[in-house]
């Protein structure tokens, strides 16, 4: 979700972390809410995918290996539909879109053209954008991380370089462990379509290396969330008040990515981290737009505000999602359209979620 800092003091935190998971003040949407849908969204999704994966004849071959008839398509889907909500907060919201109305009227249909009618940035383009969903997916952790430590009275940011390093590095090390490593490098195998032969090369050369990759990088996750918890406890003896839905998010989710990517089928680690990546953005959108999206569009009568909401957020985008993820992935209209999208969401989620300027 981009760069978030939240400028907001509270209350010193409760005795005991189980009290300050229990408390509304320093929870995103609250308490039961957040265990469910942020913090413990990829513990649960995890084990969800898993649970499916085990049943008897729910496994085809379709891709990426071994994965889960029905549910494959319906977690592409949810991935595919989270990307349109962002179009909700960017141009349905006065203060969001006055802010940037430049940026939000001329760019959307300047890329829209530039992928619909050069096939050399339809390609480049997705191969930018599968290596940009990683750092986006990294930034939308750092952000949920951030809140919760300002939330607990660190709005200077004690941590945030340790924060971010170590999103980062939770996302990109399990990649470079799992065999979706190939995966990821093969996509520049399409840069040979549109005379870049240089970047095609990289897939093969890494393959021979592979089983080393995988070591340093399974021994890098695990050393980086050791010392962070390490640093999370030096720094609670100098009177930093850690927050354990933060510390819970953090190491929740280094440790999924490891266990998902590092161990599990490829087909595997894609449900489990789109599903919960998902269903965090869906949530943090309901919370910030949900209840504001009908005065927007000066829809006072309240009988049609939640359902209008509900339709603008959750409603289209699965529709969307649907058919994005049932058509086939060409260079069309319709494919730069899908291209565009996903690309505006990655480049205005890293703007338009800035608590630092009060917007969350």
């Known amino acids: 979700m981009g760069r978030m800092t939240l400028a907001i003091e509270t209350a010193p935190l409760a005795p005991g972390w189980r009290a300050a998971l229990a408390r509304p003040d320093r929870a995103m949407i609250g308490p039961r809410a957040d265990a469910l849908f942020i913090w413990g969204a990829p513990l649960w999704a995890l084990a969800l995918i898993l649970l499916f994966w085990a049943l008897p004849g729910a496994q085809t071959e379709v891709g990426y290996g071994a994965t889960t008839t029905g ?3 319906i977690v592409a889907s949810m991935s595919a539909a989270h990307l349109a909500p962002v179009f909700v907060r960017s141009h349905l919201n006065p203060a969001i879109f006055g802010a940037h109305r430049l940026k939000f009227t001329f760019v959307p249909p300047l890329l829209f053209l530039a992928l619909a009618t050069s096939h050399w940035a339809f390609v480049v383009a997705g191969v930018i954008s599968i290596f940009w969903d990683v750092y986006h997916t990294a930034q939308q952790n750092f952000g949920l991380a951030r809140i919760y430590d300002a939330k607990a009275g660190d709005s ?13 590095v939770m996302y990109v090390g399990p990649i470079m462990a ?21 970047f095609s090369a990289l ?12 070591t340093i990088a399974i021994a890098t996750m695990l050393l980086a969330c050791a010392g962070y918890l ?5 720094l609670s003896r100098t009177g930093y008040a850690a927050s354990p839905q933060k510390v819970a998010l953090m190491v929740g ?15 595997i680690a894609f449900m489990a981290v789109n599903l919960y990546h998902a269903v965090q953005y869906f949530a943090i959108v309901w919370k910030q737009e949900g209840g504001k999206t009908a005065g927007h569009l000066r829809v006072t009568s309240k009988d049609f505000a939640r359902p209008l909401a509900l339709t603008l957020i959750f409603v289209l985008p699965a ?19 899908f291209l565009s999208v996903t690309l505006l969401h990655f480049w205005m989620d890293g703007f338009i979620w800035s608590v630092r300027k009060k917007t969350v």
């Open 71 to 73: 549910l494959a398509f």
């Open 203 to 214: 897939p093969q050369a890494a393959e021979g290396h592979a089983a080393t990759i995988r």
């Open 253 to 267: 989710t280094t440790l999924v990515q490891i266990a998902a990517w590092g161990f599990c089928p490829p087909a």
């Open 156 to 168: 200077a940011g004690r941590t945030r370089t340790l924060d971010r390093l170590l999103c980062h």
């Open 178 to 198: 799992g065999a979706s490593f190939a995966d990821h490098l093969q996509s520049l195998t399409d840069m040979r379509s549109v005379g870049l032969a240089a």
């Open 230 to 234: 390490v640093a999370q406890w030096r």
């Open 319 to 337: 529709l969307y999602g649907l058919y994005a993820t049932a058509a086939p992935y060409r260079w069309n209209l319709l494919g730069a359209a």
